[in-house]
């Protein structure tokens, strides 16, 4: 079997060892995503080691992301041409070797560059995983259950991320939440060259370097400049950042315009279901990223567990994500894509909306309650908009498309924790009231975070040691809610637009027409020749040829 297409023309289904690959790819793409939130459980215990500055922390927790998102596309079309299987085990090794420095990092600054490494080398694992999907499922069928299984993994590594961190904080210190690493990277990197196939563009174009340096120098100072927008509000820093990021990005899209062979094929973002799809996927991410930044110091700060509490806490979104990977088939062929994103993107937006109400509620079951809807919404949202960015395009622009797919999931991320994040600091210090009597030098520490808070009351006097401590934390969950709320409102009006633009059916992947699938010439730049396997994925998204009658040439 090559995997391909059958006797008829038609995609040939996957066998055992296509689906022994896809549990390879899986174990790789739920490594990325528990890395992605597991710090952000050892926030306190390395504030306390490594004592970094309120900037610094923020910078710990995102730059991983930022490097990933940077370099997305670049590394997508590098897949495309020198192999796709070959990144992806270049690329576990060097995470493996990042991992490493990132735990026993000695300093804040050492630590940033450290994850900084982790998204370099992660950015050539995300959309190897996707693309691999593409090439090793051309019956669409069978691709849409394997991104489900893909989506199911990359929201269940999100939340799970916690769980683990928790587990192993317990009984280690923080930099275990990076050896952990180590194993998983042996065992893919062991069965990945095993199972996996290799696939590449048959393109010979060679990867444009300029337009590569032009996407990251792009991406990295846009969210740059909105992180410290929302910090530090608008300087001098944030508007030379800001126009570095326009410009490089209008000499991006120009170049892409005018490339024989672009980066990023701009013509996609044209259809309501691939746009429309990216923009769902970075919105739900966004939520997910920026309530798993602060939820984790609200459960250890505010409500005292300890690490393993906090993450077995976080749990019902594990649980809920989970098991959207068995459920969004059955949504989609009953509502349709556009439909099923929407109504995702609204239960998330009711979650975030119950733990924003929850936290000012004894006991623990309504912050449950809403962990478990919140982690049920993204799921479903991250699921089908995946498949349907990924089914959009053939086989051979696997990878730019995964790119696309997976730097919106990871600007995402970046943009929930560092907006998200920077509006939680700033209504904490905007709620922060101290008693009087305390020294300049310690409000100012408390002022800076949570974290740092405790680590003050620690140092000054006794008798007002509790009533910091006390403040603090009222601040913190009031800032927490109003963040919640502007989270779930965003949520909600993404849900509508999804709802009424992304069309129920995605259409056919570009290049490809019903025509072209009966054998008949059609107008347009492409017609793909009958048989191709960009026809095949046809039938999930109109009635296939034979149940009008025709038959394909």
């Known amino acids: ?99 490493l420095l990132a735990a026993f990092a000695p300093t804040a600054a050492w630590l940033i560059a450290a994850r900084a490494l982790l998204g370099v080398a992660g950015a050539t694992l995300m959309p190897s995983t996707l693309s691999l999907i593409r090439t090793m499922f051309p019956d669409a ?17 999100a939340a799970a991320g916690p769980l683990v961190g928790g587990a192993l904080l317990q009984h280690f210190w923080w930099g275990s939440v990076f050896v952990i690493n180590m194993p998983v990277m042996v065992l893919l990197l062991a069965t990945g060259a095993w199972l996996l196939p290799e696939s590449r563009s048959p393109q010979s174009a060679p990867l444009d370097v300029l337009g590569a340096a032009l996407s990251v120098a792009t991406i990295i100072p846009a969210v740059y400049a909105i992180k410290l927008l929302a910090s530090e509000g608008l300087d001098v820093t944030v508007a030379v950042a800001a126009a570095v990021a326009t410009l490089c990005g209008s000499l991006f899209v120009a170049r892409q315009r005018r490339a024989a062979a672009p980066l990023l094929d701009l013509k996609l973002f044209r259809s309501k279901a691939f746009s429309g799809a990216v923009a769902a996927n970075v919105l739900a991410i966004f939520a997910l990223s920026g309530l798993l930044f602060y939820l984790s110091q609200y459960l250890q700060l505010v409500r005292g567990l300890q690490p393993l509490a906090a993450g077995i806490a976080q749990s019902p979104m594990t649980l809920a994500s989970l098991f959207t990977a068995f459920l969004a088939g059955w949504l ?68 730019a498309a995964a790119a696309v797919s997976e730097t919106g999931y990871e600007l995402g991320a970046a943009l929930g924790i560092a907006l998200l994040g920077s509006l939680h ?45 006390e403040a603090s934390r009222s601040a ?78």
């Not at 296509?18 to 899986?26: K, P, S, Y």
């Not at 700033?426 to 740092?452: C, F, K, M, Q």
């Not at 989270?487 to 637009?497: D, G, H, I, P």
């Not at 010439?521 to 999930?540: E, T, Y």
């Open 332 to 399: 989609v062929a009953r509502l349709g894509r556009g439909r099923v994103i929407g109504a995702g993107l609204a239960c998330a937006a009711a979650g975030v909306a119950t733990v924003a109400a929850a936290e000012v509620v004894p006991g623990y079951g309504w912050l449950a309650a809403g962990l478990a809807v919140t982690g049920f919404g993204v799921g479903m949202a991250l699921t089908v908009t995946t498949d349907a960015v990924v089914s959009a395009v053939p086989a051979e622009q696997a990878g």
């Open 141 to 157: 069928r069978q691709r849409t259950t394997a991104i489900a299984v893909w989506g199911g993994a990359a929201t269940a590594g």
């Open 425 to 469: 600091t700033a209504l904490y210090r905007g709620h922060l009231t101290l008693p009087t009597g305390v020294a300049d030098d310690i409000a100012g520490r408390a002022r800076e975070s949570i974290a740092s808070a405790m680590t003050a009351a620690g140092d000054a006097v006794p008798s007002l040691s509790e009533p910091i401590v």
């Open 1 to 99: 079997m090559d995997g391909r297409i059958g006797d008829h023309g038609e995609a040939r289904a996957a066998g055992r060892r296509e689906w022994l690959g896809l549990a390879v790819l899986v174990l790789a793409v739920l490594l990325l995503a528990v890395d992605a939130t597991v710090l952000s459980l050892a926030v306190p215990s390395l504030a306390e080691d490594l004592d970094p500055s309120a900037t610094q922390l923020l910078w710990i927790v995102d730059v991983y992301s930022f490097a990933l998102a940077g370099l997305l596309v670049t590394m997508g079309n590098l897949g495309d041409r020198i192999g796709r299987k070959r990144l992806l085990l270049i690329g576990a090794a060097g995470f493996g070797a990042a991992s």
């Open 476 to 553: 913190f969950t009031s800032a927490m809610q109003m963040t919640s709320a502007v989270t779930a409102a965003l949520l909600l009006a993404a849900a509508v637009v999804s709802w009424r633009l992304i069309p129920a059916a995605t259409p056919p992947p570009l290049g490809c027409s019903r025509d072209a699938c009966n054998g008949v010439s059609a107008p347009g730049p492409r017609v793909d020749r009958p048989g191709d396997d960009r026809c095949a994925a046809l039938d999930s998204y109109a009635p296939p040829c034979r149940r009008s009658g025709q038959t394909r040439s």
